[in-house]
């Protein structure tokens, strides 16, 4: 952003992008206008008092089977993550993934699933939306109204009414809707 001399952005981050963007308005607010939060999470694994969507195991056993088998799983997690009523867009889902490779995919799932940025929503001072899909396997609809309280600055909840996690994929149509809706 710096070398293109941007200030002054909204922001749309999906999923873990969305966290970096919040980081990155902390570390450099003058450069953000509004951050928009698509089908974002601060943290996926459940504690006694919060609902991440995962028990610690569940996680592990994904690992696990990313590890050990991960055509079986690019078969079985492209339907579920996006909408499997959609074949095309889980077509390319799946292209993604197997291009991504094991080795990248482990990795970035490890990044995702084990991080923790529930302190850091608190420090958010920039004007937030946050963009949930209604039906996501990935963040359930209690981790929208979590980051809703929990972010400093002003911010608001948009629920999307579709299937999965990607709604750039399967609910472009109304995205663009909400996205024309709040930055007018």
Known sequence: MDEMDLNCITFVGHSMSA????????????LFKRIILLCASPRYINTDDYIGGFERSDIENLISTIESQYEIW?????????????????DKFQKCLKNMGGEVAISLAKT??????????????????????????????SIGHYLNEK??????????????????????????????????
């Not at 996690?165 to 996205?179: D, G, M, N, S, Y």
Request: proline fraction near 5%; charge should be negative.
């Open 74 to 90: 690019i078969s079985a997690y492209g339907p579920i993550a996006v909408d499997s009523n959609d074949a095309d867009s889980v």
């Open 112 to 141: 995702v699933f084990f991080s923790d940025y529930r302190d850091m929503v608190e420090n958010v001072e920039i004007p937030c939306t946050i963009v949930q899909s209604s039906n996501d396997v990935a963040i359930p609809l």
């Open 19 to 30: 966290m970096i963007g919040c980081i990155a308005s902390i570390k450099k607010p003058e």
């Open 151 to 184: 972010i400093k600055g002003i911010s608001n909840l948009e629920f999307i009414d579709m299937i999965g996690h990607f709604p750039q994929l399967t609910a472009h149509i109304r995205l663009v809707e909400v996205l024309k809706g709040i930055v007018g």
